[in-house]
């Protein structure tokens, strides 16, 4: 049985050159993108007109950049382990200061009893540090680069506002004498907001994963379907000989020959 050969679009046009149609002079191969030509750019989701040849952050919105193009190659997601680590360690480190602060709202939890208020403080200043200028790291650079680039952003709220409050428990716990009394708390303590820092931190950063392993499961999801594809294709050449290339040399107006029972390599 004589093979099956699968015109791909573009081909109508070579085939109206060789019959005379056009003038007797075959048209100029159409020259499109191909995903090829995008490999190694990385775009942002909600505004595609920014391209990187490197992953970073988007300047306008401050997400997290990816792939223009899908590849088979399943890399693993850098920014996506490293917002995991960012948030194991800081919901370990963010629930000690939560119930210092916080425990006395617990029915039948009497941490005062355990704890004076002048340790407790330093406790969740121990604890907060690092949840907030390690954990929050990323989102005080997406926060200035905002500023930077008159884009004001979601990071621009979250720096602010995360910053904001632990400089200011760290000034009151350090110089009290500077804060005015009708400003203290009950038992004459300085109000702090370790754990309103720690805690808009570790809830930001479970978003931040959530939303790239979302968007990494999607990319998984492509790269099933580039695997039902074959990687090779048979291209024909003048005088219909044929020899195989990869999928990624096919271009518009390209003459492909699909045997029977093979995959067709792309869209005809």
């Known amino acids: 049985m004589k093979p099956r050969r699968v015109p791909v679009v573009g081909e109508q046009h070579?085939?109206?050159a060789k019959t005379g149609a056009t003038g007797g002079h075959a048209p100029e191969k159409p020259t499109t993108p191909t995903g090829s030509q995008y490999k190694g750019q990385y775009t942002c989701p909600m505004h595609p007109e920014i391209v990187r040849d490197e992953p970073g952050s988007c300047p306008i919105c401050g997400m997290a950049l990816e792939p223009r193009t899908i590849t088979r190659d399943e890399a693993p997601n850098a920014e996506l382990i490293d917002m995991s680590r960012r948030f194991r360690v800081s919901l370990m480190l963010t629930t000690p200061v939560f119930?210092?602060?916080?425990?006395?709202m617990i029915p039948g939890a009497h941490f005062d009893a355990w704890v004076d208020a002048g340790t407790s403080a330093g406790l969740q200043l121990l604890f907060a540090t690092p949840?907030?200028?390690?954990?929050?790291?990323?989102?005080?650079?997406?926060?200035?680069?905002?500023?930077?680039?008159?884009?004001?952003?979601?990071?621009?709220?979250?720096?602010?506002?995360v910053g904001t409050a632990f400089?200011?428990?760290?000034?009151?716990?350090?110089?009290?004498?500077?804060?005015?009394?009708?400003?203290?708390?009950?038992?004459?303590?300085p109000p702090l907001?370790?754990?309103?820092?720690?805690?808009?931190?570790?809830l930001v950063l479970l978003g931040q994963m959530l939303e790239l392993r979302a968007r990494d499961r999607t990319s998984s999801a492509l790269r099933a379907l580039l695997d039902l594809a074959p990687p090779t294709a048979h291209k024909l050449s003048d005088g219909d000989r044929e020899h195989d290339v990869p999928l990624e040399q096919?271009?518009?107006?390209?003459?492909?020959?699909v045997r029977p029972g093979e995959k067709v390599p792309v869209d005809g």
Not at 132 to 160: D, K, Y
């Open 193 to 202: 907001y370790f754990e309103a820092a720690a805690v808009i931190t570790t």
């Open 250 to 257: 096919v271009q518009v107006g390209d003459r492909l020959r």
């Open 167 to 189: 400089v200011a428990s760290v000034a009151v716990l350090l110089f009290p004498d500077w804060l005015p009394s009708a400003f203290r708390a009950h038992g004459d303590q």
């Open 131 to 161: 949840v907030v200028l390690w954990g929050g790291w990323p989102f005080f650079v997406r926060g200035w680069q905002s500023v930077m680039h008159r884009s004001l952003n979601m990071f621009t709220l979250i720096a602010l506002g």
């Open 14 to 16: 070579a085939h109206a």
């Open 99 to 104: 119930l210092l602060a916080m425990g006395e």
